[in-house]
């Protein structure tokens, strides 16, 4: 699944392409696409319709359009393979395309939203007084997020009394925090992903964070990490990210602090990559 830097960028594309635009017109062409709309495809299209979009959100890996006008707003779920498009009118239709939206102005581009393994789609849900749509209105903050607050993030750390990669997955703790990335923060920070949360100072927390952020800012500035073609921004341009990756992927290569090969391991259904002599096995607590 795209991770936070992805969803950033395509919501920095959204932001610039179609926030402000009024929606004329919606054509569902797949109804798994809108399944968590309970009422269906036409309705979805229906109660679009006329609305204004706005200012497009996120939080965490999680995207999401409010409609100006109205107390709701249309949340994405991107899946594993889900696409938001910014197309040409008449531009050929991509072979796994859902969702078509046509704007009510002279632009010349709609959105549409594609995806192959139908695992995403749009839903419409109420706005929270927090502006959160109401299903994620339990997913916290995110690294970037400026009212982040690491203090607290601290404390609830230490009290969660698991270890560290499941604390980083974990979307009510630490939101925007996926596989890849926790794989290359725990490697800048020399941390095993088994390491204990309870074992956690003030300043080894804030290191982290830092690491943490550094690298989604990295992964940011050069649109994501892309490992296919399912993952573009909203112009269908991928991300080089996966270029410069420490550990993740690097199975076997040398680490690119001290030589020795980085090595994976099965976790939770995924894989951890690290490098055995910089990120040592935490002892076992007596």
């Not at 989604?216 to 991928?238: H, I, P, Q, R, W």
């Amino acid at each position: 699944m795209p991770e936070l830097p992805e969803v950033e960028v395509v919501r920095r594309g959204l932001e610039r392409w179609v926030s402000g635009r009024v929606v004329a017109d919606v054509q569902v062409l797949h109804p798994r696409a809108v399944r968590r709309h309970i009422a269906g495809g036409a309705d979805f299209g229906a109660r679009l319709t006329g609305h204004r979009i706005g200012l497009a959100q996120r939080r965490g890996k999680y995207l999401w359009l409010p409609l100006a006008d109205s107390a709701q707003s249309v949340l994405a779920h991107l899946g594993m393979s889900g696409q938001l498009l910014v197309q040409p009118q008449g531009a050929p239709d991509e072979k796994h395309l859902r969702i078509r939206v046509r704007f009510a102005d002279d632009q010349g581009t709609e959105l549409r939203f594609v995806d192959q393994r139908t695992f995403g789609g749009l839903s419409l849900h109420d706005i929270t007084a927090d502006g959160l749509p109401d299903v994620i209105a339990h997913i916290a903050r995110d690294p970037l997020d400026e009212a982040f607050d690491d203090a607290a993030f601290h404390t609830a750390l230490r009290a969660r009394r698991t270890t560290i990669k499941r604390a980083l997955l974990d979307q009510s703790l630490i939101s925007g925090v996926g596989n890849i990335y926790a794989d290359e923060a725990l490697w800048r920070s020399k941390l095993h992903y088994e390491r204990a949360t309870g074992t956690f100072t003030r300043p080894r927390t804030a290191e982290l964070l830092g690491h943490v952020r550094d690298v989604m800012n990295a992964a940011l500035a050069v649109g994501g990490t892309s490992f296919d073609s399912l993952y573009v921004n909203v112009n269908g341009e991928s991300g080089y990210f996966d270029r410069s990756l420490d550990a993740y992927g690097r199975e076997g290569e040398p680490c690119r602090r001290c030589g020795t090969p980085i090595r994976r391991r099965p976790w939770m259904n995924r894989s951890s990559y690290f490098c055995p002599r910089c990120q040592r096995v935490p002892r076992a607590s007596s």
